[in-house]
């Protein structure tokens, strides 16, 4: 069975510190690994990525996906409190609709 | 432009009303998707409809009833609701492709309606 596990489930830090979240996928069939990230609403999309160590970077944010041992981490450097939301991980199944989606992790910026 | 919209922002109805939620998106993508969301947990796929056509029915109760009227307009007809059913609905849409393609898709979301029956 597809899966995606996502850690740690949360996490609280100060503002200027730097973030590493986890995002572990056993698939069949992989297309793609999506990053969201969701405040009070939907989820804003972050990176696409599909092949191996290629980093994708926007900001302070960055991302790299290990199609080998099957994760792929979201950097976030130099934190805002308005970093302050749910990030979620989803992968693209094989039929290249339905996302299999990690469970989240919620982060805390504190000022 | 990456924006997808929805209507209404907050609904309440009764457990015996009809309503219905509105998405829409002018990005010229011909997949929208209607997904329902519980507090602390992921979003979870309820439709899929691929160039007008209802492609995935994640078996869905019937007192739901998607409806795509043209590739821009996706609606969500709500009909003898249970509390339970109380949830954030999201649309989302993607380019999608044509079956044989094997191009990773991106599903862009709207900002849900935040559903409450009583």
């Known amino acids: 069975e597809d899966k995606v596990v996502q850690s740690p489930l949360s996490l609280v830090v100060h503002e200027g510190d730097t973030v590493t979240l986890n995002c572990s996928y056993e698939v069949t069939n992989f297309r793609s690994l999506l990053w969201y990230k969701q405040e009070k609403k939907a989820p804003t999309f972050l990176f696409m990525l599909t092949s191996s160590g290629i980093e994708k970077k926007s900001g302070r944010l960055s991302s790299i996906l290990d199609k080998k041992e099957l994760f792929s981490i979201l950097n976030i450097t130099a934190t805002q409190t308005g970093d302050s939301a749910v990030y979620l991980c989803a992968f693209n199944a094989g039929n290249n609709r339905k996302l299999i989606w990690g469970l989240g992790t919620s982060l805390a910026v504190n000022p | 432009d990456t924006e997808v919209t929805q209507t209404p922002k907050h609904l309440v109805m009764g457990m015996t009303n009809k309503k219905s939620l509105k998405c829409e998106q002018h990005m010229g993508h011909r997949a929208m998707y209607w997904y329902k969301q519980k507090a602390k947990k992921p979003p979870e796929l309820m439709f899929v409809y691929s160039y007008e056509k209802l492609s995935i029915n994640e078996s869905v109760p019937s007192r739901f009833s998607p409806e795509c009227p043209n590739s821009s307009l996706l609606n969500l007809h709500l009909h003898a609701l249970q509390p339970e059913d109380s949830a954030l609905y999201l649309c989302?849409?993607?380019?999608?492709?044509?079956?044989?393609?094997?191009?990773?898709?991106?599903?862009?979301f709207g900002p849900g309606t935040r559903l409450t029956v009583l």
């Open positions: 989302a849409s993607s380019q999608d492709f044509t079956s044989g393609r094997k191009l990773p898709d991106t599903q862009y």
